[in-house]
T-cell receptor, first 116, second 116 residues
Framework: GAVVSQHPSWVICKSGTSVKIECRSL??????MFWYRQFPKQSLMLMAT?????????EQGVEKDKFLINHASLTLSTLTVTSAHPEDSSFYIC????????????FGPGTRLTVT | AQKVTQAQTEISVVEKEDVTLDCVYE???????LFWYKQPPSGELVFLIR??????QNEISGRYSWNFQKSTSSFNFTITASQVVDSAVYFC?????????????FGRGTQLTVWP
């Protein structure tokens, strides 16, 4: 089956610094990638949708200047949390779909971010 | 508007008991997909099943079975003879054509704990 990787799997950073999370589709080309955030004991909340070569579409209430998303190639999307604060600590999950007509969605293993 | 409701926040059972997780959805589309995912403590989402709106046949896979009832907009999940390894959070999700291609709408999840 299709595989999506995320790197790093966990990261601890200091308040005020920026951290980049990578999402890669390993064996398929991902036309669309999604970024989710999940707080403890809560559901996945969609943050943004990114399509290769175009600007990401952010969900209402998500600060686009704080959560920078770049989908530079068909196999890589990155989420950069800028000037991170403790309230940004969360589990970030990406997913990818492989084609315009495909509804198969593949999830990465997630990245746990802790901001101290 | 799309919505997925999992009314059960937490369920506890003893090993070998059967357990049913409820899922009710809302969509205006006639073509849509329904999913169940398992999220163990590690955090990685595990795909369990995808069902399209035109296929109302119930499905069984080992100890797992799914009951799709369009008339009540429900897609319930039953685990027969539960095991400790079934302990996880289970998410029901909806995907339709009314919005961003491939976007999933998640329920809030049901935490299942199976005691030995």
């Amino acid at each position: 089956g299709a595989v999506v990787s995320q790197h790093p799997s966990w990261v601890i950073c200091k308040s005020g610094t920026s951290v980049k999370i990578e999402c890669r589709s390993l064996d398929f080309q991902a036309t669309t990638m999604f970024w989710y955030r999940q707080f403890p004991k809560q559901s996945l909340m969609l943050m943004a949708t990114s399509n290769e070569g175009s600007k990401a579409t952010y969900e209402q209430g998500v600060e686009k200047d704080k959560f920078l998303i770049n989908h530079a190639s068909l196999t890589l999307s990155t989420l950069t949390v800028t000037s991170a604060h403790p309230e940004d600590s969360s589990f970030y999950i990406c997913s990818a779909i492989s084609g315009e007509s495909s509804y198969e969605q593949y999830f990465g293993p997630g990245t746990r971010l802790t901001v101290t | 508007a799309q919505k997925v409701t999992q009314a059960q926040t937490e369920i506890s059972v003893v090993e070998k008991e059967d357990v049913t997780l409820d899922c009710v959805y809302e969509t205006r589309d006639t073509t849509y997909y329904l999913f169940w995912y398992k999220q163990p403590p590690s955090g990685e989402l595990v795909f369990l099943i995808r069902r399209n709106s035109f296929d109302e046949q119930n499905e069984i896979s080992g100890r797992y079975s799914w009951n799709f009832q369009k008339s009540t907009s429900s897609f319930n999940f039953t685990i027969t003879a539960s095991q400790v390894v079934d302990s996880a959070v289970y998410f029901c999700a909806l995907q339709d054509r009314g919005s961003t291609l491939g976007r999933l709408y998640f329920g809030r999840g049901t935490q299942l704990t199976v005691w030995p």
